[in-house]
């Protein structure tokens, strides 16, 4: 059975369970050994070389999601980026990074990359043009992130990916915000897709994660890397995750046409000054985002009117919880000026759009009247 025309539940629920041979259990058992016999070089399981029993079937769910060959799992988002970025970069090399995206992606890269003599560039935009102005004679790996976190800009991924290959680039992508049931960058030639699993993957705000699909090719490079620097996930981490994942198909549906209909009812309220959603038309870039995405995704973000103090209103919300991270199946919100993005400087946050009164709004499963009814409670009172 082919795994690309299985139907995306189907794949959720199915794709790389371990078959219980001996007691016939309808899941996966966990296998927990830190240790596998070891007669052979070439044979060699360890949990640190990603690819224990439910480390590796994990990775094929990811893959048959993402469209790409392979995959593999790791202990966070930020192990991902930071095992993937290692694998393709060495001292004297050069990345191009698109300059709306998370902000400890543009911390890593800030930080770590100058003691490494990695150089960088964060592009002026996200238009395929700024991608191209900033490539350099050692550019190799561009990386972006659509819809970008946290304003939602839409980076246009098969003119990345052609420029890309036009001059023998690797690219990668952060695709947590979509996640591979709203958006498949494989399909338009991107070379590397990661996900923060602790997101969309996870989904029940209890799992830290992350996740990267390639081709074989590519992933090799970042497993020869990845097995030196030693970010893999606890088994029973990977076995809940694996659990999470049965219904990420369900969840994010569900989050994503309960976004639109917020994103709708938000930008027709008086209190409200600006919606950032690529659902809406009114969305710079709804036309592309409606051509590269299956669905909009749950993520969005809003501004209040002048006058109305987001951390007041967030201190008000009574359903929905100001939350650090997103993507669980509940509703959260974040102000992300004074939380994910505090570590950049006033200058770079006026620079990407990121105002102070910005807030995040992860939107969840719950009925949208619930939803709408708690902002409205909490605007009531400020
Ligand atoms: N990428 C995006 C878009 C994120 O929002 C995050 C975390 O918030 C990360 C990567 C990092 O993931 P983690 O926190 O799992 O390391």
């Not at 998370?102 to 560039?121: H, V």
């Not at 409200?272 to 969305?283: A, D, E, R």
């Not at 995405?293 to 929905?320: H, P």
Request: glycine share 6%; charged share 25%.
């Amino acid at each position: 059975m082919s795994k690309k025309k299985l139907g995306l539940n189907t794949i959720c629920a199915h794709v790389g369970e371990i078959k219980d041979e001996q007691f016939k259990g309808a899941v996966s058992p966990i296998y927990l050994a830190s240790s596998y016999e070891f007669l052979d070089v070439d044979v060699k399981r360890y949990p640190r070389y990603f690819n224990t029993p439910n480390q590796e079937y994990l990775a094929k769910k990811v893959a048959a999601l993402e469209h790409t060959e392979t995959a593999m799992i790791f202990g966070s988002g930020m192990a991902a980026i930071s095992h993937m970025f290692l694998a393709f970069l060495k001292a004297g090399d050069h990345i191009v990074v698109q300059n709306t995206l998370y902000g400890g992606t543009s911390n890593f890269i800030q930080e770590e990359f100058p003691k490494l003599n990695i150089d960088f560039t964060f592009t002026d935009g996200y238009d395929v043009k700024d991608f191209e102005n900033a490539i350099k004679p050692n550019t190799k790996l561009i990386h972006i992130e659509t819809p970008s976190n946290p304003l939602l800009t839409i980076t246009n991924i098969e003119a990345v990916a052609k420029l890309a290959r036009s001059k023998n680039i690797v690219t990668s992508i952060d695709n947590t915000f979509a996640s591979p049931i709203n958006q498949n960058p494989a399909d338009f030639g991107i070379d590397l897709i990661m996900h923060s699993a602790t997101k969309y993957f996870g989904g029940h705000s209890d799992i830290c994660a992350g996740a990267v699909a390639g081709s074989k090719e590519h992933m090799e490079k970042i497993w020869n890397v990845s097995k030196n620097l030693g970010g893999s996930l606890s088994d029973l981490t990977v076995w809940m995750l694996e659990r999470s994942m049965k219904t990420m198909g369900l969840r994010v549906k569900k989050q994503t046409k309960n976004a639109r209909k917020m994103a709708k009812w938000l930008e027709a309220q008086k209190f409200i000054k600006k919606v950032y959603y690529p659902g809406l038309k009114s969305h710079p870039q709804y036309e592309l985002a409606k051509k590269q995405m299956k669905g909009f995704g749950a993520m969005l973000s809003f501004e209040l009117v002048d006058g109305l103090d987001s951390v007041k209103f967030q201190k008000a919300l009574k359903l929905i919880k100001a939350s650090m991270s997103l993507a669980g199946l509940e509703s959260t919100v974040l102000n992300p000026a004074k939380t994910s993005h505090a570590l950049l400087s006033q200058e770079k946050r006026d620079i990407i759009g990121i105002s102070d009164g910005l807030i995040r709004f992860s939107v969840g499963i719950e009925a949208p009247s619930d939803l709408k009814a708690d902002i409205e409670q909490a605007v009531n009172q400020l």
